[in-house]
């Protein structure tokens, strides 16, 4: 659509959001068929043009003799296309008194010329190239004579038309295609509430004038705020990406001259910058050439408006680009949400799962089933915790427990322990089952030794009894909705089964676990004692760490202070 038509179409739309009253409507009709008689004849002309410049091009490569006859065929489109501009020029057919009937026979006088030297020089060709090298050409020289006769019956169209609106001045509606046609052409003209609502709704967010001329940024900046936008102005473009990078914006109007930085250097930064990409730039300068645009279309602009603009245009194009950044905004909104949704989840599987579990399960959807040797298996248990629990309320029981348990997991990640899980008031842990540690009964035991102490000095003051045994386990994860790490063995069984027989306030191991640390450990030996479900088995119960034990590779404080504690 040329700039005339653009300018044309605010006059079809009287009254804002709303359908037009019967008075207007033979204007509209009017208007609406020569707009679409425009884009009926434009049709044929492009293809005209663009099959004989593909001609062209392949007859200067191979040297075909040609070339003049497509040369004569391809202006004959050029001096159509200027002449359905003019004969049918908007502006000029809404002036009152305008003979349309007249119109209707110069166009037809003006337009037959240069039709017939397009069909008369497609079907020479086509008569030459037949049966030659250059045959190839004879289905796009086909199409070139079709679109001609296509334009002879669309004059002729124009013609009867005319003739008729002078005679009743109205269009047949017997031709209900033609009834339908001007319809719809209407309703492009002038939209139905809905689509001027729709521009309204776009009519907010804040747009960026970019432009060294003062009088155009004031001009400019104004007529958006009207239309309801914020504006801000920069009258350089280095001034522009400093308020770009400010953040904020949804749109930027960057003119393409400007001292200091022109507007394609400014676009080039602007597109090159991770965090400012995202926001649209609309090009609107005096410049018009075809590389300009082509340029900076290239270069990221969402669009390339000419000075000087048509208003109604630049409404629509600003509406469509913001709202544009409105969904790309919803949607990196809904991503981050996503992410952080994905973040979180990340971290609650942290907590129900070791991290190398979680690693092997996010990598392979699965964990799969390992056996483990040495390990220590640790079990810790509040004594008295029932009759506790019954003399107290619930939060008060809860709250000591959760100190109790935050204090356990501490001291078990500060001997390289992993929790595997609490089980009432009893807590369990081992050490060697997923990270490799050089001594896991000692690290077992120099845990127990702290938790026995840090469970006295809680506000609670319980006391405890830790279980500690060393061998062979099964390890893996179970459940579907819920995860659960867990460990499976009779090693598992005898720690548990060795903290229960201990006594309470020691750390007690089994006669397996005794022989690792017996080197570094003070203690003394229960005697044998019967195991339900293993039998007889001698159990130790440890009195302290002996002054020379060096503490584990982590060097922790709390573990510096074990080694010079002794329990009564």
Known sequence: MTEKETNAVPKAESQAGSRPDDGEKPRLERAAFLAHMRHELRTPVNAILG?????????RASGCETVDDLERIHRAGESLLKLINELLDPEQLEREGVDIEAMGAR???????????????????????????AAAMTADLERIRSAGAKLLMLIDDIVRFSAMETRTNDFPKADTAVAGMIEDVVSALHPTSSGENAVQAAASGSILVVDDNEINRDMLARRLMREGYQTATASNGRQALEMVARGGLDLVLLDVIMPEMNGYEVLRRLKADEALRHVPVIMISALDELDSVVRCI??????????????????ARIGACIEKKRLRDREVLHLRMIEEQRRRADELLHVILPHE???????????????????????????????????????????????????????????????????????MATAGAIRPVARPALNAVRCGLDMVASARSLPAGWDVRVGIHVGPVTAGVVGHRQYLFDLWGDTVNTAARVESHGHNGFVNVSATTWSQVADVCEGASLGQIRLKGIGMMEIHEIHGLRQSTSPPTNGNASTDRSRERRLP
């Not at 099959?51 to 007859?59: F, T």
């Not at 992993?418 to 807590?427: L, N, R, V, Y």
């Open 107 to 133: 166009a037809r006088h003006d337009l037959l010329t240069p039709v017939n030297a397009v069909i008369g020089y497609s079907e020479m060709l086509i008569e030459d190239v037949a049966g030659s090298n």
């Open 298 to 315: 290239e270069g990221g602009a969402e669009d390339y408006l000419p000075k000087p603009f048509n208003p109604v245009l630049l409404r």
């Open 357 to 427: 579990i979680v690693e092997e399960l996010k990598a392979t959807n699965a964990v799969k089933p390992k056996r483990y040797e040495n390990v220590a298996v640790l079990f810790c248990d509040v004594v008295g915790f029932t009759p506790f629990c019954a003399s107290r309320e619930p939060d008060e029981v809860v709250r000591h427990l959760q100190q109790l348990v935050e204090a356990f997991e501490e001291i078990s990640i500060q001997h390289e322990m992993q929790k595997i899980k609490t089980i009432g008031d009893a807590f």
């Open 51 to 59: 099959y004989s410049e593909m001609l062209i091009e392949d007859a």
